[in-house]
């Protein structure tokens, strides 16, 4: 854990706050896909296969793909996480810069650090936007870092990489979903968590990410004395993914007569394109629509949140 500076002679630490990223432009989408295909965490092959892959994708997919970026506005995320980064800065002493950093869209990781090492940082947090750790998502940030510090050997990366059962967290659903239930008046919900889904060939490589999934949900519904489901959404492409499907619980849960359903999307800690275009604008009609749910709703996730902010301090100075 790092020590809390205490004053202006202390060595100027660096928080960053990452994640996968948003494209904000139709050529920033092509530059997303790009990157993300050929990223040896999403598809494991050798690397002139991914290159190949990486081009074909991009120029077939981009427009298609920006169109839903332009259905919700826009991505929500860097606003979303620019604002909890101006939140976390204001709890830290004077030594402390806090940035937002993406994998696949500008600012990138590699750029940021770079600029940072240049005003003379040399001490760095790392923290993930994904609270449950996974190959594909953190470990593909793990070995951008992995890289940066092969080449630059004076610099100190710490990555917090994983906070799925963290009282904090806990206690951000906790609130959130309680609010929810006075809100709507439901009187006998039950919590579908619904989390990015994953190729099933991770699970098989040893990926922990469900059981992550599946120990954040456990922790939450517990604390509400609540009953719960999870399920997985937006897969992409033919592979195998991490099942059952959000759809699919949708379904069991419509043919069970189940009439209260509150989804959580349990794998984010911002609002994106999975939340606001995946779930707002298809799953949630599918089932008011097709499979007549008479109540149903998700949570929506605050642009930042004093509970998660604190617990991003917590990673960095103690309490």
């Known amino acids: 854990m790092i020590e809390n500076p205490g004053n202006n002679n202390s060595p100027k630490t660096a928080v960053l706050l990452v994640n996968m990223g948003a494209p904000v432009s139709e050529q920033g989408m092509k530059v997303f896909l790009r990157r993300l ?10 690397e002139p296969v991914r290159r190949l892959l990486a081009a074909t ?3 077939m997919r981009y427009k298609s793909s920006w169109r839903k970026y332009l259905t919700i506005g826009g991505s929500p995320l ?13 709890l830290l002493s004077s030594n402390y810069q806090v940035r937002c950093a993406f994998s696949y869209s500008e600012p990138f990781i590699e750029n940021e650090i770079t600029e940072l090492t240049l005003d003379g940082f ?22 951008v870092l992995k890289r940066i510090q092969e080449t630059n050997n004076g610099l100190r990366i710490r990555f917090v990489e994983d906070y799925h059962d963290n009282p904090f967290f806990v206690q951000f659903w906790t609130n ?13 919900p039950i919590l579908l968590f619904s989390a990015h889904a994953i190729p099933q060939s991770g699970i098989k490589r040893g990926d922990s990410y469900p059981l992550r999934i599946l120990k954040s949900a456990q922790l939450i519904a517990d604390s509400l004395n609540l009953p719960y489901r999870v399920g997985y959404q937006s897969k ?32 984010f800690v911002n609002e994106n394109l999975e ?32 509970t998660l902010v604190r617990m991003y301090r917590s990673f960095i100075e103690p309490y």
């Open 37 to 46: 295909f050929r990223d040896k965490a999403i598809v494991q092959a050798p």
């Open 236 to 267: 992409l492409g033919p592979v195998k993914w991490t099942e059952p499907s959000t759809s699919e619980v949708l379904k069991k849960l419509s043919a069970n007569n189940v009439s209260e359903i509150i989804i959580v999307p349990l794998s």
């Open 122 to 143: 040399e001490d760095f947090v790392i923290i993930s936007m994904y609270p449950q750790s996974g190959f594909t998502t953190t470990g593909s940030i793990a070995a």
């Open 176 to 188: 959130l979903i309680s609010r929810k239930i006075t809100e709507t008046g439901y009187k006998h």
């Open 57 to 59: 994708v991009s120029r």
């Open 275 to 306: 939340t606001c275009y995946d779930l707002d604008i298809k799953l949630i009609p599918y089932s008011i629509n097709i499979l007549k749910i008479g109540k149903i709703c998700r949570i929506h996730i605050p642009e930042s949140d004093i």
């Open 78 to 90: 860097l606003n979303s996480m620019n604002k909890t980064a101006a939140e976390l800065h204001k």
